[in-house]
């Protein structure tokens, strides 16, 4: 909708049959989505490739919405994909396996996802990166609206 190319990372870091592709595959993959002048990347990726996202971006956007709405969302995408394949998902991945991992990623999240890692945000890139947190989906709504009409 932007008109910056999309990167979802599950595509860059899984072969079609599921199977996650080797570190250098991704690795180079991901140094060359960096390399170009605009990007915008979905994803987590290895926490080192997040770092370097982190450092890259010119502009941040943290989505933290509560646990009890990200558990429905990955309920809902789950049941969904049981008709059609969620957007950005590796072709011939398994959707319930794919879910049963983020269940397990969504349990760890509060221990990385935190006040000390907005704090981090704020400390080592709001002086040099626009930064948007949203916690709310009224927010996301109106980040996504404000963000095309300045288009």
Not at 66 to 78: A, E, G, I, Q
Not at 83 to 97: H, I, R, T, Y
Not at 124 to 149: E, G, M, N, P
Request: net charge positive.
């Amino acid at each position: 909708m932007t008109g910056i190319e999309l990167h979802q990372l599950d595509l860059t870091q899984y072969h079609k049959n599921g199977e996650q592709v080797a570190r250098e595959v991704f690795d180079n993959e991901h140094q060359r989505i960096l390399a170009k002048d605009s990007w915008i990347i979905d994803g987590l990726g290895p926490l080192s490739s997040f770092k370097q996202r982190l450092d890259a971006a010119d502009t941040l956007v943290y989505i933290d919405l509560s646990y009890p709405l990200s558990y429905w969302f990955v309920t809902k995408r789950c049941v969904k994909g049981l008709f059609v394949k969620p957007a950005g998902w590796p072709q011939g991945s398994s959707v319930l396996k794919g879910t049963m991992q983020s269940y397990r990623t969504l349990k760890l999240c509060p221990k990385f996802w935190n006040d000390d890692f907005l704090n981090q945000l704020e400390t080592d890139y709001l002086a040099t990166k626009q930064l948007y947190v949203i916690r709310t989906l009224s927010q996301l709504k109106h980040f996504v609206t404000d963000s095309l009409s300045t288009r």
